[in-house]
C-alpha cells in the first residue's frame, strides 16, 4: 500500500511535475483510436503497455534533469462504471484494469524516486459524464456512491493517493472526497473552466472550491485547474483570498480555444510551448504555493520541458 498516505511530499515547497495530455497525443499524435477518449484500454495488450510505460519515463525524466518531484497519474479517467460500461467492460474488468494501472506506474516508479526526486502514485478519477457538458447533476450522496468502487480498488494499491480531474461542478467533487475519506485515501480535486473563467455549471472556482471544503470540512488535499488555458483563469485568481491558496496545481490546455471548438477540431492545437511556459511562471510569481504544474489537451513533453525550465530547474 502507499507509504505517504499521511504526508503528501508535494504540499511542500518542491516543485512537482505531472502529465500532459496523454488522450491527445495518443490520438492525435501516435495514431491511437481510443474510444471515448479512454486511454485505459490500452492496458489490453503489451503494446499498450509499453507505450504508455514510455510515456511516464518520458515524463519522468524531465522532472529527473529539472530537480523537481513527479506524480504519476492513472489512465482512470473513464474507468468508471458508466464509460467502462459503454465500452463493454464489467465491473470485474474495471478493477483489473484500475489496479494494472497502478501495477504499470509502479514498475516504472522504481527507476525514479529518490530522496532527491520523490514520486507519488495517483489514481486518476474522471466525471461521471461530460466534463464539458454534464447531462445530469447528481446529489453529493449519489456522486459518493457512484465513484465508490474505482476509489475503494485504488485503496487496495500501491496508490498514494487519487485525484478527481476535469470536474464540472462541486457537488460531484463533494462525493468524490467524501468516499476518498472514507477510504482514508488522500484527494486533490480538479476543476475546470470555460474561457470566462467559471466552471461548466456556471458556478464561479471561487464557489466550488468553498462549498466542498465546508461540506467535507477540508478534507481534500488541494485543489488544481485543468483542461482550460492560463488566459481563461487567470484574470478570476485573487492573491488576497483564502480560497485560492487551495489550489496548489495548474494542468492548462496548450490551445486559447473554448471547450466547445475543442470538441470540434479535427487537428490538434498544440500552441506554443514557450508562451505556455511563460504564463505558468506568471502564476507561479503571483502565487507561489503553485508547486504541481502539467497539462492537459494539446501538451505533450515539449510543453512539460518548458514548463520545468521556468518553473523548476534549480
Not at 143 to 152: L, N, V
Not at 246 to 269: F, P, T, V
Not at 280 to 288: A, T
Request: net charge negative; glycine share 8%.
Amino acid at each position: 500500500m502507499g507509504n505517504i498516505r499521511n504526508g503528501l511530499p508535494q504540499i511542500g515547497r518542491q516543485v512537482f511535475l505531472t502529465d500532459t495530455g496523454l488522450e491527445t497525443t495518443l490520438v492525435f499524435r501516435d495514431g491511437y483510436e481510443l474510444p471515448s477518449f479512454a486511454s485505459f484500454v490500452l492496458l489490453d495488450s503489451e503494446e499498450g503497455r509499453e507505450r504508455l510505460a514510455q510515456y511516464y519515463r518520458t515524463h519522468a525524466n524531465i522532472a529527473q534533469l529539472s530537480g523537481a518531484g513527479y506524480i504519476f497519474e492513472s489512465v482512470g479517467w473513464r474507468a468508471n462504471r458508466d464509460w467502462g460500461n459503454q465500452l463493454g467492460y464489467s465491473p470485474e474488468a474495471l478493477d483489473l484494469a484500475n489496479r494494472g494501472s497502478i501495477a504499470l506506474m509502479a514498475e516504472v516508479q522504481q527507476d525514479y524516486d529518490t530522496p532527491d526526486m520523490p514520486t507519488v502514485l495517483s489514481g486518476c478519477i474522471g466525471p461521471r459524464g461530460d466534463a464539458y457538458n454534464p447531462a445530469a447533476i447528481m446529489t453529493e450522496t449519489e456522486a459518493e456512491e457512484y465513484h465508490r468502487d474505482q476509489i475503494r480498488t485504488y485503496s487496495e494499491t500501491d496508490a498514494d493517493m487519487v485525484c478527481a480531474l476535469t470536474l464540472s461542478y462541486s457537488t460531484e467533487a463533494i462525493g468524490i472526497v467524501r468516499a476518498a475519506s472514507s477510504f482514508d485515501m488522500p484527494v486533490a480535486i480538479s476543476f475546470t473552466t470555460e474561457t470566462d473563467g467559471n466552471l461548466p455549471s456556471g458556478a464561479t472556482l471561487r464557489d466550488a472550491i468553498t462549498s466542498v471544503d465546508e461540506a467535507t470540512n477540508g478534507a481534500a488535499a488541494y485543489y488544481m485547474v485543468n483542461c482550460a488555458h492560463p488566459a481563461h483563469f487567470t484574470t478570476i485568481l485573487d492573491e488576497k483570498a483564502d480560497w485560492m491558496q487551495r489550489i496548489r496545481g495548474i494542468r492548462a490546455n496548450a490551445s486559447r480555444k473554448s471547450h466547445a471548438e475543442l470538441d470540434d477540431s479535427e487537428e490538434l492545437d498544440a500552441g506554443d510551448p514557450d508562451e505556455l511556459a511563460g504564463e505558468y511562471s506568471h502564476l507561479q510569481s503571483r502565487f507561489p504555493q503553485l508547486t504541481i504544474l502539467g497539462g492537459c489537451c494539446g501538451t505533450d513533453e515539449r510543453h512539460l520541458r518548458e514548463i520545468a525550465l521556468r518553473c523548476a530547474t534549480r
